[in-house]
């Protein structure tokens, strides 16, 4: 089961608090960038163009910890940069933990190995590992060679060690069905604990701009995987209704307030991908955002993202509102016509 029961009912109970208390914006998953560096330069990344001076900077243990306090989400995505080269990952993962939080620590996994001994297995912690297809496709995506053979054994170590691991895959306009079904199919022997999966942002800043899905192109390719996996049941560690936007069959509007990020900037607006400010305490940012500005149709940097971050808390409010469809894309899987 890519999403553990513990995990699910936990979400779940605290979705249905939200829900009795009157609240529409809540979020669901905290993203704590404690600092923009990182030991890869992928073409597609915009997260990295910052002077050295902005690099260099770190987000404290405390000042992660009072981010994860502050917003109240239950489950916490680490991403970066990369989150190994923080001195004190091992404490802001274990103060996170002691908060019963779900972490999901993102790692390009080059120091995973060397790192391990920072941490402690525990239901609370998933190492997501960044894999974009196999060997060729991934270490072209990250534009150095190797860089997929020392994640592999990376998380066969993690995995011997007793941590749960799983993958993060983004999808570009060279990906193939098959070669991404193959791709799916290989993760599941490879025993991962669960695979996000999900089109690539085009950030404003990434070197490489002309390689990104569009709407079209999007639903066109996860409605053929799709297909080409009926019944092999990947661990997809997404909704299935989700699944069923990417094919084209979900008409959903984001939601960046699911998704809240606290950076060394501060909070972001208004969502992971697209900074148009900061807000200095969460409160703020839920409060003084002006929330129409964006999503598709508002903002022109946001007419082709289909990215989880801010869909999959759509997918999930949908899923609690109308259990039966939920139970009727279950049966037929996504991207069956509607």
Not at 12 to 23: F, K, N
Not at 122 to 127: D, E, P
């Amino acid at each position: 089961m890519p999403v553990p029961l513990h995990q699910q009912l936990s979400v779940a109970s605290y979705v249905l608090r939200q829900r009795l208390a009157g609240r529409t914006r809540y979020p669901l998953v905290l993203m704590l960038e404690p600092l923009f560096q990182c030991n890869l330069a992928c073409a597609g990344c915009g997260k990295i163009d910052y002077p050295d001076t902005v690099l260099k900077r770190r987000l404290s243990v405390q000042q992660c910890l009072d981010a994860v306090d502050e917003c109240g989400a239950p489950v916490v995505s680490i991403p970066g940069g990369e989150p190994l080269l923080h001195k004190n990952i091992g404490a802001i993962v274990a103060g996170i933990v002691a908060r019963r939080k779900y972490v999901y620590l993102c790692t390009n996994a080059l120091l995973l190995e060397k790192k391990l001994d920072l941490f402690e297995p525990s239901r609370y912690l998933t190492f997501s590992v960044h894999l974009d297809g196999f060997r060729p496709q991934h270490d072209k995506a990250v534009c150095q060679p190797g860089v997929f053979d020392r994640a592999l054994t990376a998380i066969v170590a993690a995995k011997a060690r007793g941590f749960r691991v799983g993958v993060n895959t983004t999808l570009f306009d060279d990906s193939k069905p098959e070669q991404t079904a193959a791709f799916l199919d290989w993760l599941k022997t490879l025993g991962v604990e669960g695979v996000t999966i999900a089109p690539g942002y085009a950030y404003e800043h990434a070197p490489d701009q002309e390689h990104f899905l569009n709407r079209s192109r999007t639903h066109e390719l996860f409605r053929a995987v799709f297909l080409l996996g009926r019944g092999k049941r990947w661990p997809l560690n997404h909704s299935i209704l989700y699944l069923d936007f990417l094919a084209g069959n979900q008409p959903y509007r984001c939601s960046p307030w699911g998704t809240p990020t606290r950076n060394i900037f501060g909070w972001q607006r208004p969502c992971y991908l697209l900074g148009e400010g900061y807000a200095a305490s969460f409160r703020e940012l839920m409060e003084e955002t002006d929330w129409d500005r964006y999503g598709t149709g508002n903002h022109e940097k946001c007419a082709n993202c289909m990215a989880h971050c801010g869909y999959e808390p759509t997918a999930v409010a949908d899923a609690l509102a109308h259990p039966l469809k939920l139970a009727r894309i279950a049966l037929s899987g996504p991207g069956a016509s509607p």
